[in-house]
């Protein structure tokens, strides 16, 4: 068990540039979720994938922001024309789903993203 | 919608000293709660959670949490605090059947010596 990795871990860019993120989940986890957490506030979710399929997402992932998760293992988190208020950490983490019983998240390290 | 609270934005706890977090919920039912501990510029780390039956739950680093329905509060506490406690720790709580977790705005805790 290797955790949950996220790549780049660190990333700042211009607005109205593109970023991409990677996360790849504990292998056997096949429920992957976004959140973003902004300084001095608790994550916020953005979205979450079961297998392939992306089942939810917050009114907080504006157009400008997609998500893939393609073969259900990693994910990834595109924001497009990227603004300044988007600068936060992005977390990533992942479970296995389980039936009547609660699941555990495990987090990855995040990616901090700053715009200029 | 189920939301969280966590009242003390910051705590300082002499080391050996005992500490307790605080966490209030909002939820028409039991929900599932968490608290999560993350250390500066990291993920987060789960320290403990609860789904149902035994309503004092023990964590990983020596944490404990009691879940109090006629509260709403689901509480952490150390006996004896060190200071690598020192850190942000967030409470959460998940709907039953739903995935999503809701946090609160978490509470940074400082260990002076």
């Known amino acids: 068990d290797t955790g949950v990795s996220q790549d780049p871990r660190h990333k700042i860019t211009k607005r109205g540039q593109n970023v991409t993120f990677r996360c790849d989940p504990i292998?056997?986890?096949?429920?992957l979720y976004w959140y973003r957490q902004t300084l001095g506030q608790g994550p916020e979710f953005l979205t979450y994938?079961?297998?392939?399929?992306?089942?939810?997402k917050s009114r907080l992932l504006s157009d400008r922001f997609s998500a893939e998760r393609p073969k259900g293992s990693f994910s990834t988190l595109e924001i497009q024309r990227t603004e300044q208020g988007d600068s936060a950490m992005y977390l990533c983490?992942?479970?296995?789903?389980?039936?009547?019983?609660?699941?555990?998240?495990?987090f990855g390290p995040g990616t901090r993203l700053l715009v200029l | 919608a189920q939301s969280v609270t966590q009242p003390d934005i910051h705590i300082t706890v002499s080391e050996g000293a005992s500490l307790e977090l605080r966490c209030n919920y909002s939820?028409?039912?039991?929900?599932?709660l968490f608290w999560y501990v993350q250390s500066p510029g990291q993920g987060l780390q789960l320290l403990l959670k609860?789904?149902?039956?035994?309503?004092l739950v023990q964590g990983i680093k020596g944490f404990e949490a009691e879940f109090k329905r006629s509260q709403s509060s689901f509480n952490l506490r150390k006996p004896s605090v060190h200071w690598s406690d020192a850190a942000e720790y967030f409470c959460?709580?998940?709907?039953?059947?739903?995935?999503?977790?809701?946090f609160g705005t978490g509470t940074r805790l400082l260990v002076s010596p």
């Open positions: 983490a992942s479970s296995r789903s389980t039936s009547g019983i609660g699941e555990t998240q495990y």
């Open positions: 292998s056997e986890h096949n429920r």
């Open positions: 994938f079961q297998n392939e399929a992306q089942l939810e």
């Open positions: 939820y028409g039912a039991t929900p599932y």
């Open positions: 609860y789904f149902s039956g035994d309503t």
């Open positions: 959460a709580v998940a709907a039953p059947g739903f995935q999503k977790l809701v």
